[in-house]
T-cell receptor, first 117, second 112 residues
């Protein structure tokens, strides 16, 4: 299947700083990528849809000024958590859509563990 | 978006077949059914995707009845390493603006 990578895999930062997470489609181009967050023992929650060359679409309740998304190329989307606070500590996962044998499929990155102290 | 309902958890033993059923009564005509496996602290891994009838690959089979209001993921001869959370997603991601949202998933525990 298609490969999606994320960097960094884990990050620890001080409260008030900003953190950037990269999501790359390694062997395919993705006009659309998605960002999710996941709390322990919970399911994935969609945060936003990242569209190449245009503004991201945020889900209700997600602050667009806090979670900045940039999708500047067909293989890279970035999520910047601005002025991070401890409650932003979570597991962030991105995904991208690629063609598969049974139609287009969403493939996920390995996730980024963010800990805000 | 079609809402999905899965059992919260299932226990099994090594070597057994595990069948997880997902209900999606409001599935739309263009929606596909996709199953993912997730281990702790990892992103979901694609298992199988189908539209109707039966799909089989090297790791699982997916059974979809004619009315498509449910689907069953079948894992043959599970091992301890199949202990994970399994998610059923329904939707048409090809359509512009569409997105897949996750339900609660099924936590499968494989015992020795």
């Amino acid at each position: 299947g298609a490969v999606v990578s994320q960097h960094p895999s884990r990050v620890i930062c001080k409260s008030g700083t900003s953190v950037k997470i990269e999501c790359r489609s390694l062997d395919f181009q993705a006009t659309t990528m998605f960002w999710y967050r996941q709390f322990p023992k919970k399911s994935l929650m969609l945060m936003a849809t990242s569209n190449e060359g245009s503004k991201a679409t945020y889900e209700q309740g997600v602050e667009k000024d806090k979670f900045l998304i940039n999708h500047a190329s067909l293989t890279l989307s970035t999520l910047t958590v601005t002025s991070a606070h401890p409650e932003d500590s979570s597991f962030y996962i991105c995904s991208a859509i690629a063609g598969g044998s049974t139609g287009e499929t969403q493939y996920f990155g390995p996730g980024t563990r963010l800990l805000v102290l | 978006l079609a809402k999905t309902t899965q059992p919260i958890s299932m226990d099994s033993y090594e070597g057994q077949e595990v069948n997880i059923t997902c209900s999606h009564n409001n599935i739309a005509t263009n929606d596909y059914i996709t199953w993912y496996q997730q281990f702790p602290s990892q992103g979901p891994r694609f298992i199988i995707q189908g539209y109707k009838t039966k799909v089989t690959n090297e790791v699982a089979s997916l059974f979809i009845p004619a009315d498509r209001k449910s689907s069953t993921l079948s894992l043959p001869r599970v091992s301890l390493s199949d202990t994970a959370v399994y998610y059923c997603l329904v939707g048409d991601i090809r359509a512009a603006g569409n997105k897949l949202t996750f339900g609660g998933g099924t936590r499968v525990l494989v015992k020795p």
